[in-house]
Each structure stands twice: as C-alpha cells, then as structure tokens.
C-alpha cells in the first residue's frame, strides 16, 4: 500500500478497504472527487497493490493536454502523420502494456479520444494517428474526474457507453472537510517532508497551530494542506505555532466560531441532582462546567488537543481549567 496513504479517520479507513478490495482484479475503476484530494495517490495505491504492481502505472492530466495533441499522447502517431510527426511515437497505451494507465480528468476529453478508448477497453486494440495497423495491448484502465459525469452524459459531452465501462467501480476520494481528524497526521507529515525535500532540521508543529488547521474546511484538500505546511516549514524558525499560520486561515476559523456562536442551539432542559440543587451558584457552575469538561474528555479519549478545538479554547487554557476544577486522568471512564 502506497505511503502517500495518510490518515486513520473512519472515513479514510472506508476508501482503504475499497482499494484493498478493487486491487486484485483487472477491472476499470472510476475515482471521483474534487480537486485535490488525491485521487491519483489513490490511483497508484490500487496499482502498488495489484499483480500489475511490477509492470508500469503511466499517468496522463487529460485536462492539461491540448484537444488536438490528446490522441497523440494516449495512441502514438506514425511519421508524417500531421504537421511536426517527423518520427513515429509511442503512446501511453503502448507504454503502459502490461500495466495501469491512468487517465486524470477524464470529463475533459475530447469526443474522438473518448470513442478511442472505449475500443481499447472493449477489445485492447488500438491504431496509431496516421496509422494503419491494429495494436493489442494489456492494460488496467483507471480514470479520475472531478466533474458530474452523468450530467456531462446528458449533456452529450461524454460518451455514455463509455461512461459505463468506466464506472464498473466507482470510488470517491472524500473531500478533507470529512476526514478532519486525518489532518494532524497529515500536518505531521507533510511537516518532515517539507524539511526533508529543502534540507531543513526537522521542525514540530504546535498542538494549537494543529488545531486551527483541524478547524479549516480546506477548500483545496489534501493538496492545499501541503502547499500551506511547506510554506510554514520554510517561513517558520525552529517550529511552526498559531503565530506562523496564514491570516486568511486564523480569521476563517475565528469567523466560524463566532457565526456558530451567534447563531445559537436550543439547549434541551436538564433535570438537576438533588445534590445540585443545594450548591451556591459559584460552586453549582463549576460543578456542571467541570462535569461537561470530563464528558468531553471522555468522548474524546482524553485527547487534550482535540476536546480544547472542540470546546473552542486554547490547549493552554484547558489545561489551567482541568487545574482550577481538580479534573485529572484518574477520573478517564474505563480507567
């Protein structure tokens, strides 16, 4: 399974099981999800886990390749065959025989490309640009879009047969807004990459700085999550804090809590213990502010880092709390 894998949130742990099950057999699979959220990491997890795993996984972006020069790339083209074809090619079909070829972005591919691939998933056969003999080829044909693909069919802007014979297995790359808890680990990683790749000491990331990051929808997923922490790495001295993330992030999330805050929940009655009742107001507030904490804690297996962003305070200040109210890990449910 590929390293680039990181994460151990249910939800991540769902598109685990998925790839463990799809690997082993020859069919097309479709993975859909939105920009950057790995879904050519999930592309080679598949292939580094299938019997194909010694024989090449060849990628192509079909968005980034011109409509005209598509069929080239993917087939090959034969001397002569347009304007600056001065020697024949070899194309990625060709190259990948025996193996996975991955075709990115495939809603962006041209209608005659598109009718193209859909003989070589039927047959394995293909012909050069220009060319007249027939090509056999073996390979696993994996696609990624980003695009509502059943609209683009009734649009007309996508084949509908081949819509189908890439779909035989659909999976979804989830966006990292549904996978937040995979964002400490992920921001560890990405933190002892970025100094690796720039021959930096590694540095550590703060529980609050983490926390914030937790906190962040990610409209860039995975992708801008790594770009963000290089930026960190590079900019930050010997660690990176709250003090070091992008000011864009800080005020988002500030800008949350206080819509979360304003906009209010109807809070449902609570019965009080005799015990309770008797309690000046002093002591009957920390009481039930000590016994929330405790609840949250538990919730959250006594995760510091984790109950303090859910309760919308700093790390430090749940710490000074636990203090004040005689809160310790002795009273941790199970324990």
């Not at 609840?295 to 430090?316: C, P, Q």
């Amino acid at each position: 399974m590929s390293s680039d894998l990181i994460g151990a949130s249910s939800t991540f742990r769902a598109v685990l099981e998925e790839i463990h099950v799809v690997a082993p057999v020859n069919t097309a699979v479709l993975v859909q999800g939105e920009t950057g959220t790995g879904k050519e990491v999930v592309a080679r997890a598949i292939h580094d886990a299938s019997p194909r795993r010694h024989h090449p996984f060849v990628a192509i972006n079909c968005a980034a390749i011109p409509a005209a020069l598509l069929e080239s790339e993917l087939f090959g083209h034969e001397r002569g065959a347009f304007t600056g074809a001065t020697a024949r090619k070899r194309g990625l079909f060709e190259m990948a025989d025996g193996g996975t070829i991955f075709l990115d972005e495939i809603g962006d591919m041209v209608s005659s490309a598109q009718s193209k691939v859909l003989r070589v998933l039927q047959s394995g056969e293909f012909t050069r640009v220009g060319g007249e003999q027939t090509l056999k080829v073996d390979v696993r044909v994996l696609a990624a879009t980003n695009r509502d693909l059943q609209a683009a069919v009734a649009s007309g802007e996508f084949r509908e047969d081949l819509y189908f014979r890439l779909n035989v297995v659909p999976l979804r790359a989830p966006p990292l807004r549904e996978r937040r808890d995979d964002v400490p680990l992920l921001s560890a990683a990405f933190v002892e990459l970025a100094c690796r790749e720039n021959g930096m000491k590694v540095k550590t990331i703060s529980d609050e700085a983490v926390a914030l990051l937790s906190a962040y929808p990610w409209p860039g997923n995975v992708r801008e999550l790594r770009n963000v922490i290089e930026r960190l790495v590079i900019l930050s001295e010997e660690s990176v804090g709250v003090g070091d993330l992008p000011e864009e992030i800080v005020e988002d999330v500030s800008r949350r809590k206080r819509e979360a805050v304003s906009a209010g929940q109807t809070l449902p009655r609570v019965e009080l213990p005799p015990e309770a009742r008797a309690l000046p107001l002093r002591e009957f507030r920390d009481h039930m502010e000590r016994e929330y904490i405790r609840i949250k804690l538990d919730e959250n297996g006594w995760n510091i880092s984790r109950t303090a962003n859910l309760l919308g305070i700093e790390r430090t200040n749940l710490h000074k709390k636990m203090r004040s109210l005689g809160l310790t890990r002795e009273e941790r449910a199970g324990s």
